[in-house]
């Protein structure tokens, strides 16, 4: 087993504004090949600090990369800490100068000295092209401390690490032997407390000691990440694919995706097929269902558009919600929010519409219609089923929860037509 | 000035699926209390990893807190693992088993016997009150390898965290006198490329020596993020002040909030002001506009309601675009913006309408009218104004961006009024 660390690096990645991501790409990626990550690390652009990091990792990890810091500027030190960490010189490589020339006669402006910089290569390090910037990446393979280690420098923006990782690294790394492969899946469950997904199928995946099963959960929304490590890939993946199968079994058809779409996806695949369409009309939501819906490049083939209705004008006016229904029931009712759902749908001439009328908060509660009771209707012309909901938390997570459940129903009858 | 090192502990954050934010928020509470946060750490449920994580940070910072594994299983290993790096003891809490064992009677189970071991302590420790959860936090000051350390032991779930780092944490660490003080603003621009905005203002900001600028962009919004340290918060306010006045007068009014407010809240801000009222009808954006609008709270006083109108039938039904217009020019093009906008404004009594229209892509694009292509219109009744743009980027980029456009313009609309 190969056991990496990550050392991001940069001043700007230890204040309260940014955050490196690009830890959780490569992590997915060694993964994959097998390798595992023990430790990340983050430190500024001070010489000191850098070669520190770069130390602790060299001496507790058996691949290190270092991300960031590359560029041509006083602030880019990876280069020569990294060098002064390994007890090696920079040398400066003629052929990256070379390159570095040509890039700039082709923009026509004269090169800043300070960019030779960039030309300069750990001794014994391979340099490895960068397709989407100047910086080149290094790649080394060195005892240190008596252990064989690998080294890799690789630059920090997103689109340049991502490239220069699948392109030049990863075939790298590939060449010592792979003794493991990992296999991963994820299940989507909605409108299900954690809580009680948690205690029904703890029972199952602890069962499974080589798969490691990550519960994330959002407003009516649950990821299960499973992955497994074997011998082969495809033991891996049977042991994933056995765990997901009863999981599945256990929660029946609550699991709303295998592959990990999202609730979106699965509505606009089963409109597709049933050659259906749909339209909405929402108060609380405020748009966020449709938003939803629309997200899906394609969209437009199914979705013919809806009202965000948050006055009771517009809600007559454009779901023809009767006046007087609105001044019976109030506008956070079952009776209006069946009438939103049978609206939309006989005016925009859809096969379904939704209907979403709650009480998103912080205000606008009252003892008999609290903040986070939500309507949530759907109309296929003949009938109209409406669920009644009381949400817990903030605004946004009110809104997020409705909006789950109103694409929750309309994907369990579509399931079932 | 004293130095800090962040160590958030458990394997689920070496996973591709998660990542440590609290250290977002420490960062910015430590920043404002004159601390810097020089590494930051990631380490998973191992011992020796954990053990080995605890002796670097302390060999390297004044201050080390370590978040997570504080709970009640096998895997939360913290507490052993400092007490290990410190060469420390650990002694059971009397008091703490005591609150324990009060905690579980009140929910009528017995305690399982494993919970004890959240009463294990650091020799020298003192407890900190959790008051959100069952594990409490340690507080530490020691003499490490001949060097004044101070050490915090604090729950992973962010909601303990917090409110422990705010009440009782904060207070703790203040008690030493404090040299140094940070300001922070938040400035943003709307509408502007970054390149064009770092050049217009990088030779302002580079005069500040003492304060630190932070560029952050988004589709169409840019956040300046100003942070200067002084020996007092008045000075340190000064200086931000005076570079944030100087940002803006470069600027002028692409700079539509001077303390972080989002775009839509400085609109609901204006119309607010004004008494006046909004509806909007979209068709690229699918809702993401009135999402933005009704995200604030409060908005139920100003936002009247909008129509997502994928198809061209609801064009003309919800905002009575002529069925001709759009014969003639497209569904994609100036005039039915226009009509759009004036539509859904008279149709719904609002003061003012938005309208937008255009192609956000994979598909549907054409040499005249390629993906991207956004029409944006505004109307109060009297006017319509109709901005075109070309955006870059993929779907949910273009819908970011045409969003963001279409307030920007009734901003500076409210704004001239």
């Not at 490049?297 to 007087?324: C, D, H, I, M």
Request: with cysteine; aromatic share 6%; proline share 4%.
């Amino acid at each position: 087993m190969v056991d990496a660390e990550i050392v991001a690096i940069g001043s700007e990645l230890l204040t309260p504004f940014r955050q490196d991501t690009n830890s959780l790409f490569l992590t997915e990626r060694l993964n994959a090949m097998g390798i595992e990550v023990r430790f990340k690390a983050v430190v500024g652009d001070r010489r000191a600090d850098l070669v520190d990091a770069a130390k602790t990792a060299l001496r507790r990890a058996d691949l290190v990369i270092f991300m960031g810091g590359l560029g041509p500027t006083e602030d880019d030190l990876t280069r020569e800490c990294v060098a002064e960490a390994l007890g090696r010189r920079l040398r400066r490589d003629p052929d990256i100068i070379a390159d570095l020339y040509k890039r700039f006669s082709k923009w026509r402006t004269g090169m800043p000295a300070n960019n030779e910089r960039q030309a300069d290569v750990v001794e014994g390090a391979e340099v490895v092209p960068n397709a989407n910037g100047s910086a080149p990446g290094q790649f080394l393979r060195v005892e240190h401390a008596g252990t064989a280690r690998t080294v890799v420098l690789m630059p920090g923006p997103p689109h340049e690490l991502k490239a220069m990782f699948d392109r030049e690294v990863a075939p790298r790394l590939g060449k010592g032997r792979q003794e493991e492969f990992i296999a991963a899946r994820e299940l989507r469950v909605a409108m299900m407390p954690e809580s009680l997904c948690d205690s029904r199928i703890a029972p199952i995946y602890t069962r499974y000691q080589d798969v490691e099963t990550t519960i994330l959960a959002g407003a009516g929304d649950i990821s299960l990440h499973l992955r497994a490590r074997a011998a082969s890939l495809e033991e891996a993946d049977r042991r994933v694919a056995s765990l997901a199968g009863e999981i599945e079994d256990e929660l029946e058809e609550a699991v709303y995706s295998a592959n990990g779409e999202h609730l979106e996806q699965i509505v606009g695949y089963f409109l597709q097929l049933q050659g259906a369409t749909l339209a909405v009309a929402e108060s609380c939501t405020g748009g966020q269902l449709a938003k939803r819906v629309t997200s899906v490049a394609g969209s437009s083939r199914y979705f013919v558009g809806g009202a965000v209705v948050y006055s009771n004008a517009l809600k007559t006016q454009f779901a023809g919600v009767p006046p007087e229904l609105i001044a019976e029931h109030g506008a956070v009712s079952r009776e209006v929010a069946a009438s939103l759902a049978e609206g939309i749908r006989s005016r925009s001439g859809s096969t379904y519409g939704l209907g979403v009328t709650g009480i998103a908060g912080p205000a606008g509660g009252s003892e008999e219609k609290p903040v986070g009771l939500v309507y949530h209707a759907l109309s296929d012309g003949r009938n109209t089923e409406v669920v009644e909901r009381k949400f817990p938390g903030d605004r946004q997570r009110v809104r997020s929860w409705a909006a789950q459940q109103a694409l929750d129903m309309l994907r369990l009858r579509l399931m079932r037509q």
